[in-house]
């Protein structure tokens, strides 16, 4: 989850392969796991020069050019069943039932995969994306769903897990390193997409203010969060 130039994370869960253990209750449900395609991932954290730095990733946030695309050839007759809100502010007004958790420009400062651990207790195996919009930025909901965790832990620091229904598929969302007592969720809510789950912060195993973002199909098996946002950010469920 590294930040800035030194790349905060969190420490190892687990890989694309195995499903990763997250602090918290098992999801509530399971689901059929799915797999994003083109997630090939080259990470040199060291390549810097003196000449020319290796630049962070900054994402152009776009919605798909069709959902066929997106969904990888799921009918559209599918549809999400959205919950009714616990109430709360949508801090994310974009369109599409499925959002970026940041608006603006996404800067991504440790990606998602193999890297070299940035702080003792950071890992080697980063299971999400961290993106630095500044502390104290809200966080919202990336979809509609149910929180399942929503509480604080040595790594994650403050943090919320929230499991949505994807295409008829449990694909749960996690958010870490918010500011203590930032988030007005509590397990069982449920929340709209782009509604607030708290503040960018710097809490846990954490070298500067960022959100560490995963995304877990099936409720526990991470892939990258940012290769699924670009195909599925802006989409009418």
């Known amino acids: 989850m590294a930040l800035f130039t030194a ?22 449900t399971t689901g059929q796991s799915f797999t994003a395609s083109g997630l090939a991932l080259a990470v040199d954290r060291d390549g810097y020069t003196i000449t020319k730095p290796t630049p962070k990733p900054v994402i152009t946030k776009t919605a798909p050019a069709s959902r066929a695309a997106s969904t990888g050839g799921a009918p559209a007759s599918t549809k999400q069943s959205v919950p009714t809100t616990t109430g709360g502010t949508i801090v994310n007004t974009g369109t599409g039932d499925i959002r970026w958790p ?16 940035p702080c003792a207790t950071c890992s080697s195996i980063h299971q999400g994306a961290d993106l630095t919009p500044g502390a104290g930025t809200p966080i919202g909901a990336v979809a509609a769903g149910t929180v399942r965790v929503s509480t604080t832990h040595p790594e994650y620091g403050q943090y919320v897990i929230i499991d949505h229904q994807i295409d008829g598929r449990l694909v749960s969302t996690l958010y870490a390193h918010m500011i203590f007592g930032s988030s007005p969720l509590r397990p069982g809510d449920t929340v709209a997409v782009g509604q607030l789950v708290g503040l960018v912060g710097n809490t846990g195993a954490s070298t500067g203010a960022h959100l560490h973002l995963q995304v877990m199909p099936g409720g526990t098996t991470t892939i990258d969060p940012i290769p699924w946002l670009t195909a599925n950010a802006g989409r009418t469920l």
């Not at 940041?102 to 651990?117: D, E, K, L, N, Y």
């Open 102 to 117: 940041i608006a603006g420009t996404i800067t991504v400062s440790s990606p998602f995969g193999p890297r070299s651990a």
């Open 7 to 28: 790349a905060a994370a969190l420490p190892a869960q687990a890989t694309t392969g195995p499903a990763a253990v997250v602090p918290g209750v098992a999801p509530a």
